[in-house]
């Protein structure tokens, strides 16, 4: 496809969302928050009591639910089978449901060309874990970011105190770790940076130091 796509992958509390929608706004691109897919599966899952261990109703699952990102001058708004489901999409319980259902290759696979249908004109910046592994292999422009651990339990710490959600440092640190090790040593689609990806360790950078980075790799426009 003649379409360019900035890949963008690594862990969750890489700054990786934020950084995304600044780069995809600077560049006039659309995004994908890839991410946003597999929580929203997640969420329809529970709204419909279907158990993380059954993988064929989750299969299902993830063939009826439809997702729409609406967006808006902030954090676009993510409706869930017509309903808003921004916030509680945020919510650690479903980071973590949608990790466990992301080690189901059935439902990846039913999720992939909903994910490459979003590579629109002019542009796409693609967010999440195997967007330049998998989704997007051909992408002219891949970027792997990555943070200390502590660091990234820190910024969703912060993230989450802002939204008055209170969780303990400690607890988020060891959520972090243990949502890393699934997601790297799940056997479909681990995560790993491309061969061909640049890696940019934001640990200690500001939101605004990477998005200039991501954008210094892009040729000139
Ligand atoms: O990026 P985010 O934290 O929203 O992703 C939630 C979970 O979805 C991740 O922990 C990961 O297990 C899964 N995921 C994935 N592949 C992607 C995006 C997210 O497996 N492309």
Redesign the pocket.
Known sequence: SAIPVLTIDGP?GSGKGTICRHVARRLGWHYLD???L??AVGIAASWNDIDLSDASALVRCTFDTTIDFQEGDDEPRVIVNGMDATDELRTETA?AA??AI?AIPEVRAALKDAQRAYRRPPGLVAD????GTVIFPDAAHKVFLTASAEERAERRHKQLSEKGVSVTLPGLLREILA?DAR?ANRAV?PLRPADDAVSIDTTGLSIEAVVERVLALMPAR
């Open positions: 969750s890839s991410g946003a597999y929580r980071g949608a990790s992301a999440g874990r195997d967007m949502r997601d689609a």
